[in-house]
Structure formats: structure tokens, C-alpha cells
């Protein structure tokens, strides 16, 4: 990779321990990438002891941007990866990974950095103020209790006590030595996060979090309130040139390009979608409210919505899922109870996905009889007033003041369960879908493999939509319109195969029976962790615009990756790095993830779903989705789109897809460790050398 251009140069080291700074230079972690890859380098490097507990002050947390932030760069530019040692996890709280977007990692990049590193425990409580290269520690005492909003407001003043909305700031002693309309970019937990921990997320802005892993309790056991950062500076970009021109010639694969030709599409596609739909009812604002796109910063795809109440704001998918569809049980439309829930979790800063799992089970215990005032669980919230927006607050109060049944589930839905002795029964039912490593489900294993055994092999709900637009919800909307797909089963695999370089496996989406053990869908696995860990979580390309398999826009349909992604990074970066070596360096974050994992106690003998992925039908509605799974299947020497409701998984069958899959990635089929023979060829000789210190080398075949 070329050196300087998209790189800030440096990365922010904060002890807090003794509240001492240093500097890492980026060009020791450049053949990264960035985002993650750095990440995972550094964690490495820095963490002792990776067997330690999230909560440990030996834990580190690495909040990184990527070469691409800040930058024209679209569905890029404004993400942003959190990661260390989790708390959310059950029964081991892996070293794990979060993102959010919005301007956070822009202002960092203006402000001259490419990351922070987080190490230590602070001795009071703090918050970090970051303006260009001066950095400080100050005071939290009287922010500690404050929610996610009053935190920003609290620190927007400190950082800028007269400004007034649209003023210029003017940060330097001269007229253009940096000069800025925004305001601090904070990244906040919520009141006391500490005491609600695995369900703790980190809120910016009004509504973009990095939920997963519970990163606000680890933010809260360093004494840790906030980030805050403000920039007035820019970002070097190789060739400028070429990156307008790659941004003008994506604009022909967004509506942004075709506001007066949209596409007529039934389905969901990540590129070519509508701004402001953000596919969950956000669209279905309350009566009378009105709403219009929003996106971080320097997107088109602009997928959130702003509205004119202001409730709800840059709020998707869970934010408003977890509760919008008991709304409208109780309600017949959504009213203002869904928005109301949504603004409790973003104020709160607690983690949509745990609650929505949660509130699905809870409701399931109360019909029951298993739960509610007097009974087994005992419970005071007016669960005769489920669905309204005043049991959603009294929900989310409860967990952040640990009172009622917030006592136990301020742990964690898995800790919880455990608590009330309902962990085992209710994960073999099934009525507490929580399918590995005690995280919600969220696209069935049974049905969407390539989701499920990506989570399995990994360490978190993937949150990954690559193929799950296509594969799943766009044939799956399309049955339920009772139209055909606007691809056709075959086509889709044509696209698929051609795209996913470098396997190129023409059987990449077989969803059939025998498809989902196959050793294609190994490939299909591999090739996932490998491109997300690289173009995803490293340098940034958003979950809900990339990857661009099937576009409505594309020539027949064909989107832009394995083209795209490479036009953006070359041209900001600079050199000529094709799609293949990205793979490629996806693959290296990908084992050493893998060799951190192994560290803290992996082992292919735990890589189990819960009992119910292998007992019970998967059926719409049994957990949070209701619509039927309907996918691609190869069989009879045919492509067609097919329901696999229903479907259990094979516990042997799934046991041989692992042993292939740890073919396809080099690893050691007995264990699932990674061999020296592979890591030596990702350039791991040290990463090889610890597991082998440890006694946890894989065996060469
Ligand atoms: S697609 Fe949505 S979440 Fe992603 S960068 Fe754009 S506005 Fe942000």
C-alpha cells in the first residue's frame, strides 16, 4: 500500500491508568488496511494477557477510522470500528468487534488521527477531548448520570461555549489556521453504565451506536464517559481525480443517479436502495410525522431518517424493529410507542438487538404465566399495557436502574436466563433463540447458513447483509407480492460466483439441503469473513451499501463489487492493490482474529449452536422475523428459489461442514487452530509462535 495519502500518520495511545498519551506511528500497521485490521494488530500487540475479562483494566479497546474516512468515499466514509475484549458474550466474552457511523471518525481523521487506543483504568471518572492534536482528560463526576443526549449537550458546551448552531469555530489563532461549523464528535454511554454493562452500547450523535459487545460497560469499568473529538483539518487523497470520478460513476448505481427513472424492484438490494427507507417501518412514521433522508457522512445510499418531531432520528432497523411490531399488535399502526421505545434505547444507550431479543422472550414467559406480578418471575411492569410506549420506558428503565427484572437482565439476556434457572429450557425450546456464544439470533442458522456459521466460526452476531438481501429477503418479499424476483434464481448465482474472488464457486448460494454441508459453502463462509474483515470492517465499506452483488441499477442487474471497493481505496490511498489482494489481507485479520479467539479458549469442540438450531423447524415468527425463508436452491440439475422453513440442522452434517471448513482456511481439523504452515504464509510467524507458546498451534495435516 502507498504510504501518507488517506492515513492520517498517527494513532493516539491513552493510558488511562496514568493518564499519560503517546503516539503510534500508523506505518508500522499500514499493511492492515485499517478500521479492524489495524485494530486487531494492536490489540495483539497491546493486550497482555488476552484471557482476561472485559471489564479488566488490562483490556484494551481500539475506537479505529479507516484510510477512507472523511473522504468522498460513499456507504464509506463515516463508519467507524470499536474493538477489544466484550462482555456481552456467554460464557466467555470474546475479544469482539462493534462499528457505528455518523461523523465520528471523520472528525478524528480532520483532527489528525487514524484511531484510539484505550488502555488502563482511569482513577476518577473522565471523558476524552480530543481537539486536533490536543488532547486531555477531563472530569466526568457530574456526566456520569447523565443519558447519551445530556452527555453530548453537557460536552458540546465545554468544548464550545458560545457557538451558536452554523457558527464557524475557529480553533487557531489565525483566520485559516482551522475553522469548523461542527460539533465535537462524541462517542457517550449512557447513565451508569457500569451497573448494566453486557447491555450497554456507545451512542453518537442521536442514534448511531456500536451496540454489540457491550462496549459501554467497558467504557464505564475504565471510568470511562466519553470520546470527544473535533477536527479542523483535512485528508490527503492520492489521486482526487480518480476518486470523483469513481463517486460519479457509483452515483449511475444509486437512485441518487436515477431520481427520475427509479427502479421498479420488489425486494431489497444494499447499494440501489431508496434513502430514507431504511428498510425497517421507519418509513412508517407515525401519522402526521413527517421524515426525510439521512445519512453519515459522505453517503448517498443515506439510508436513516430524520423527522420532523425529532424522535427517532438516524435510528435503523432494530432501533425501531425491537419494538415497532408490538405497536401495531396493540395499536393496529404505528403510534407514537415505537419511536418512544426507540428514543429510550439511543438516550439510555442500551444495546436495540439485546432488548429486542429479550422483550420477544419476556412477552412469550408473561403469556405463559411464567411471568409477571406474583409469579415465577416476579415482575411489576405493566405488562397489560404491552405494546404502548409506556411499558417500553418502564422496560428500559428497569435494566439501567436495575430494579425489577432489570436486576438480573442488567447482565445480559443469556445471564439472566441463567438467573431465573430458564437458560437451558428456553434455549432448547427454542423461545429463547439465543443460537451462539449466548447472543440473540438473528437470521436463522438453520435456513440462512452462511449468517449462522459465520457467527459459529466468528465470535458475534455477523450483522452482515452481503448475501442476505438477495439470498433471502428479496425472493422471500417477492413470494409474498406474489411476483417474480427481478433476478432469477440462476442469475443470482451467476452473479454471486463471478464477484466472489477468488473462489468463484458457481455452487456459492446453494441453499438446498445438501448445499448448506457442502464444501462450496465453505467457501461461500470463508470468502465472507474474509471480505468483510478487509472491505467491510477494515476500511469501512457500510454494511447497508455494500457489499453491491445485485443492483437495480447495474447492468443486468450486476452491482458494483469486486470492482467498486477498489476504485475507492486505490484512489484514495493510492498504488493498484485489485480486489483479490484485499481478500487476501481480509484473510490475514481474519486468522489472527481467529488466533486471538484461540487464546482465550476456542476450540472446534465449543463451535456448537444451541440445542434448538438442531431439535426444532426454523419457522417465520418462531424468532424475530416473520416472514417465510424462501432462497436458492440447486437441485434436479436446477436453480429455483425455494421455502426451507422448517429445516433442522444435522448435528453430524454440520460437524463435517466445519471439518471442511477448516480445510478451506488452513487450520487444523481436530482443533480449528490455525497451523504454522499458514500463518507463516499471511506473514503470522509471531502470531504462530504465541499459540505455540501457548500449546494451542494446529497440528500440520
Ligand atoms: S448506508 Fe446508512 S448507515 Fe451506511 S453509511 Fe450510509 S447512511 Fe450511514
Known amino acids: 500500500m502507498a504510504s501518507g495519502n488517506g492515513y492520517s500518520g498517527k494513532i493516539l495511545k491513552v493510558d488511562l491508568t496514568t493518564g499519560k498519551f503517546e503516539t503510534i506511528l500508523t506505518e508500522k500497521y499500514k499493511s492492515w488496511g485499517g478500521g479492524h485490521g489495524i485494530g486487531s494488530a494492536l490489540f495483539f500487540d497491546l493486550c497482555e494477557d488476552k484471557t482476561i475479562k472485559g471489564t479488566d483494566p488490562g483490556n484494551v479497546v481500539t475506537i479505529m477510522a479507516s484510510p477512507l474516512s472523511g473522504t468522498l468515499a460513499p456507504s464509506v466514509a463515516g463508519r467507524c470500528e470499536v474493538q477489544g475484549i466484550g462482555i456481552q458474550a456467554y460464557p466467555i466474552g470474546w475479544f469482539t468487534r462493534s462499528n457505528f457511523g455518523g461523523r465520528f471518525s471523520t472528525q478524528l481523521k480532520f483532527a489528525g488521527w487514524d484511531g484510539i487506543v484505550l488502555m488502563g483504568k482511569s482513577p476518577k471518572q473522565v471523558w476524552l477531548n480530543i481537539i486536533n492534536g ?51 464528535a462524541v462517542l ?146 404505528i403510534t407514537d410507542a415505537a419511536p418512544r421505545a426507540t ?45 404502548s410506549g409506556e411499558w417500553a420506558e418502564a422496560f428500559i428503565n428497569c435494566i439501567i436502574t436495575q430494579t425489577d427484572i432489570g436486576k438480573e437482565l442488567c447482565k445480559g439476556v443469556a445471564q439472566a436466563a441463567l438467573a431465573w434457572g430458564r437458560l437451558e429450557i428456553d434455549t432448547t425450546s427454542g423461545i429463547l433463540p439465543l443460537q451462539e456464544w449466548g447472543l440473540p439470533q438473528h437470521y436463522d442458522a438453520r435456513t440462512e447458513v452462511e449468517w449462522g456459521y459465520g457467527s459459529l466460526m466468528g465470535e458475534r452476531d455477523i450483522n452482515e447483509h452481503d448475501f442476505n438481501w438477495h439470498v433471502y429477503w428479496t425472493p422471500t418479499i417477492a413470494g409474498l407480492f406474489g411476483v417474480e424476483p427481478a433476478v432469477s434464481a440462476q442469475r443470482l448465482a451467476e452473479i454471486f460466483a463471478k464477484k466472489m474472488i477468488p473462489y468463484n464457486d458457481p455452487m456459492a448460494i446453494n441453499y438446498s439441503d445438501e448445499g448448506i454441508y457442502s464444501e462450496s459453502m465453505a467457501k461461500t463462509v470463508a470468502w465472507h469473513r474474509h471480505y468483510t474483515r478487509f472491505y467491510k470492517q477494515a476500511m469501512g465499506f457500510c454494511d447497508w451499501g455494500w457489499a453491491d452483488f445485485v443492483n437495480p441499477y447495474g447492468p443486468e442487474h450486476e452491482g458494483m463489487t469486486s470492482v467498486g471497493e477498489n476504485k475507492f481505496i486505490n484512489a484514495v490511498i493510492g498504488g493498484n492493490m485489485t480486489f483479490a489482494e484485499g481478500m487476501e489481507v481480509g484473510r490475514r485479520i481474519w486468522n489472527l482474529d481467529r488466533a486471538i479467539w484461540i487464546l482465550q479458549g476456542r476450540h472446534r469442540d465449543i463451535e456448537k449452536f444451541t440445542e434448538y438450531n438442531y431439535t426444532t423447524g426454523a419457522q417465520p415468527g418462531m424468532t424475530t422475523y416473520e416472514a417465510p425463508y424462501t432462497m436458492p436452491v440447486f437441485e434436479n ?65
Open 637 to 701: 440439475n436446477e436453480w429455483s428459489y425455494k421455502s426451507v422453513a422448517g429445516r433442522i440442522l444435522d448435528r453430524q452434517k454440520s460437524e463435517d461442514w466445519k471439518t471442511l471448513f477448516f480445510k478451506v482456511e488452513g487450520w487444523d481439523v481436530k482443533s480449528g487452530w490455525p497451523t504454522r504452515e499458514t500463518l507463516e504464509k499471511l506473514d503470522l510467524a509471531n502470531v504462530a509462535d504465541a499459540l505455540e507458546k501457548a500449546g494451542k498451534l494446529g497440528a500440520s495435516a
Open 134 to 184: 490536543e488532547v486531555k482528560l477531563q472530569d466526568a463526576t457530574d456526566l456520569w448520570g447523565l443519558n447519551t443526549r445530556e452527555t453530548q449537550e453537557e460536552i458540546w458546551a465545554s468544548v464550545e461555549p458560545s457557538k451558536k448552531d452554523n457558527d464557524w469555530t475557529n480553533l487557531g489563532q489565525s483566520r485559516d489556521s482551522g475553522r469548523t461549523t461542527q460539533r465535537p
Open 188 to 333: 457517550t454511554t449512557g447513565p451508569n453504565a457500569e451497573r448494566f454493562g453486557p447491555m450497554a452500547a456507545l451512542i453518537h450523535d442521536a442514534g448511531n451506536g456500536a451496540g454489540q459487545g457491550g462496549f459501554g460497560g467497558v467504557f464505564a469499568s475504565k471510568n470511562l464517559k466519553a470520546v470527544s473529538v473535533l477536527g479542523t483539518g483535512g485528508v490527503a487523497i492520492a489521486d482526487p481525480k480518480a476518486l470523483m470520478a469513481a463517486r460519479l460513476w457509483s452515483n449511475s448505481y444509486s437512485f441518487a443517479g436515477h431520481h427520475d427513472d427509479p427502479a421498479e424492484y420488489v425486494g431489497l438490494t444494499s447499494f440501489g436502495s431508496t434513502p430514507g427507507k431504511p428498510l425497517a417501518p421507519m418509513q412508517d412514521t407515525p401519522e402526521g410525522v413527517k421524515s426525510r433522508p439521512q445519512g453519515c457522512v459522505g453517503c448517498i445510499r443515506s439510508c436513516r431518517g430524520r423527522t420532523d418531531t425529532g424522535q427517532g432520528n438516524e435510528s435503523q432497523c432494530v432501533d425501531f424493529f425491537w419494538y415497532d411490531a408490538h405497536d401495531v399488535k396493540a395499536h393496529g399502526k
Open 343 to 387: 428514543d429510550a434505547i439511543q438516550l439510555s444507550g442500551v444495546n436495540a438487538f439485546a432488548v429486542e431479543a429479550a422483550t420477544l422472550w419476556l412477552e412469550q414467559l408473561y403469556n405463559k404465566g411464567i411471568l409477571g406480578k406474583g409469579k415465577a418471575i416476579d415482575s411489576n411492569l405493566p405488562f397489560d399495557k404491552f405494546g
